[in-house]
């Protein structure tokens, strides 16, 4: 093992912890930026690394993990007390691991805080493409939307593709790899900003400000009046159950997130069985499952999709830890254009 | 052309029909029987048929075409005052179509009456199998148990099974296909009776009264200590929503029905945020999408079962038209066990 594996230095480690369980909609008073200080040290034969944070990245979902939960989700609750976590981009400072090394840059489940001591990286992958921002690797370097638009959906060149928070980190990205695979693309945003954004910086075909249309069902006649083959779904509620009425024959419906459902007590009402009539599958997944050989090619194909100007990207980016909190929270009242990262260091 | 195509016998023709659209709970109210005549005739040069009807399927979907959408839904909704249609077994009395002659037995869309002119037979098909009971073609010798369970939700061997409402007219056929697949397989239905038919009859692993159950999570983690891999869904609301707690990683839900939720103004409120984490597919389907060689492979093999007493099959008979609208009502009560059918004629 090349790396060391114990330091005896000490630095300071601000933190977000969360402070309370949340109901309804998340408050920056929910969380708290805390500072400790933390021993730059890895136990000794462990396989642990302790990495420096750089960019972490912000999601609705974190909102599920801020309720306790009975039946556990896939992912633990947040526990008050304690930081939070989520994929970041980082740098290793020490490791105990031999595939990583001091100065190599890491991507995968980190800790919301200056330093993260991770015990088993078994979630951190290496970064290979270094000629682009680094956090790329939160947003358009992460596998959501392609995962979610191939391999669950199935969208095929020539179909009719919806997707909704399209301005966001991974609506975006679907948009435009829908329309380099031939279908016609409309996308729903919540501001006329973001609806110019789709059109004329991401190529979609149409757009529309969901918070302006009066009836999201006519709104999607307009838009799709052959019908919608895949929904990509990033909101829930009554955009899906307008959806659903919208939907052609044998339609799928990949579910990604649900953000505009995690703040309510008991979720929106969806009258699913218009599944039975179309034939309208739903399915969910979860990114962490398309590893290996298929997210090495993935990283290969979108890095060049990059390179050429096929695949363009925009970032909200908070500066410093201390801004974390409201950089999550902001994205519940669709304050972000487009992927919300807070850069804790920039090396 | 072979078979007559016009007659001048007039006939009279009991019909059930809509009497106006239905609000929550359907009534025999909101039907009536009424008696008009029918001159036994085809008009000259058509492919239609006139049929004698002797079973009527009745099937809890009909309750969704009881109410005017704004949005039409995979068959048309039913018309005040004019006669209801569902599947039925039948016989030809006067046929202009090249493919059916009188006397031959069809199953098929039909008229909830005595006689019905179907101007263009195409949802008829030839009975090939007189051994049975011809009311077997409603039931069990129908395609949805069996697309669903192997098409929709590809059950596997080893798999763990749930269905709900599997004392009815579907639920039966999946568990002892699931049976004979060699899936462990566990049914509820709404009484101990039925309860009792799964297990001693249907040769259902386990089964519960959902009626007596306070917790119909628990009661699924009861009887599904490792979770689920397949959920034929028939009724929707709470127990869709206990299921999806109790679901396995790539789990599958063929929605079959949701008969619990057909008389509600807005269908019960179910967190389908849980289909990402642990990848669940929901999927509808109709029978109908079944069809041609498939369907004759069905046939065969679901004969052979009933032949060799591999599947069996429970029915709830009401005798005449008249009775036809209490047995639909009977329907949402849980008043059948096992397939409902109306005999209109036995022959």
Redesign the interface.
């Known amino acids: 093992m090349a790396a060391a594996v114990a330091g005896e230095e000490e630095v300071t480690n601000r933190q977000v912890i969360l402070k309370r369980y949340v109901t309804g909609c998340p408050t920056v008073e929910d969380m708290e930026v805390v500072t400790g200080t933390l021993r730059l040290a890895v136990p000794p034969g462990s396989p642990a690394v302790l990495v420096k944070n750089l960019y972490l990245s912000c999601d609705p979902?974190m909102r599920?993990r801020m309720t306790k939960h009975a039946?556990p989700?896939?992912?633990p609750d947040y526990v008050p007390g304690k930081v939070l976590d989520n994929c970041g981009v980082s740098k290793v400072v020490l490791s105990g691991h031999p595939d990583f090394k001091p100065g190599d840059l890491l991507w995968g489940v980190t800790g919301w805080e200056e330093y993260t001591l991770i015990p088993n990286p078994v979630f951190c992958h290496m970064i290979n493409h270094r000629e682009f921002p680094l956090s790329y690797y939160t947003g358009v370097l992460g596998l959501t939307a392609y995962a979610g638009l191939f391999e669950v959906a199935k969208a095929k060149k020539g179909e009719y593709v919806f997707v909704s928070a399209a301005a966001g980190a991974v609506g975006q990205i679907v948009g435009q790899l829908a329309k380099l695979t031939g279908c016609y693309v409309v996308g729903s945003a919540g501001s006329d900003h973001k609806v110019n954004l789709l059109k004329a910086k991401f190529g979609f075909d149409d757009a529309f400000n969901y918070k302006k249309e009066l009836d999201l069902?006519a709104a999607l006649k307009r838009c799709f009046p052959h019908g919608i083959d895949v929904y990509f779904e990033n909101v829930?509620g009554a955009m899906?159950d307008a959806v659903l009425?919208n939907m052609r024959h044998r339609g799928r419906v990949a579910?990604?997130?649900?953000v505009s459902?995690?703040n309510l007590e008991?979720?929106?009402?969806?009258?699913?069985?218009?599944?039975?009539?179309?034939?309208?599958?739903?399915?969910?997944?979860?990114v962490s499952?398309y590893a290996g050989e298929y997210r090495r090619r993935f990283e290969e194909e979108m890095a060049r999709y990059l390179t050429e100007g096929k695949v363009v990207c925009v970032e909200d980016v908070a500066e410093g830890i201390e801004a974390a909190p409201a950089a999550l929270v902001g994205l519940f009242a669709g304050r972000n254009v487009g992927k919300q990262v807070v850069v804790v260091a920039r090396e």
């Not at 579910?255 to 649900?258: E, K, P």
Request: proline share 3%; glycine share 10%; hydrophobic share 35%.
């Open positions: 979902y599920t039946v989700s896939f992912v069902n829930g899906l009425d579910v990604c997130g649900q459902q995690y008991r979720p929106d009402s969806v009258d699913l069985f218009r599944l039975v009539g179309k034939h309208i599958r739903m399915e969910g997944f979860l499952e």
